[in-house]
């Protein structure tokens, strides 16, 4: 199994930044991609931000240019640096621990955490 922690979510004004951090632990033997993801009441979960084990990064169109991903693969740890926040970044945050099958016997396998609040004041 694998456990997905994340931390860093708080109350900041507009105009100001936060980062996040995501710790994985547990059974992961095949390189992953570790993503954050953020989603408001009533809608569905949204891609902020993904980097693989590579470095090869992918962001939400909303926050290009404001927030960076980095990852650390010793330590399994994924960071979110978010800059000049806006009032619509304000939402639960989940980090995700994707581990794609890479041979006909193993299977696919997503892991999240429980969330942590960021919310933005104008």
């Known amino acids: 199994q694998v456990q997905v922690v994340e931390s860093g979510g708080a109350l900041v004004q507009a105009g100001g930044s936060l980062r996040l951090s995501c710790v994985a632990s547990?059974?992961?033997?095949?390189?992953?991609?570790m993503g954050w993801y953020r989603q408001t009441p009533g809608n569905q979960r949204e891609l902020v931000a993904d980097i693989n084990s590579r470095g090869r990064t992918k962001y939400g169109d909303s926050v290009a240019g404001r927030f960076t991903i980095s990852r650390d693969n010793g330590k399994m740890t994924v960071y979110l640096q978010m800059n000049n926040l806006k009032p619509e970044d304000t939402a639960a945050y989940y980090c995700?621990?994707?581990?794609?099958?890479?041979?006909?016997?193993?299977?696919?396998?997503?892991?999240w955490g429980q969330g942590t609040q960021v919310t933005v004041s104008s």
């Open positions: 995700n621990v994707h581990i794609p099958a890479y041979a006909v016997e193993q299977v696919t396998e997503d892991y």
């Open positions: 547990g059974s992961i033997f095949r390189p992953s991609v």
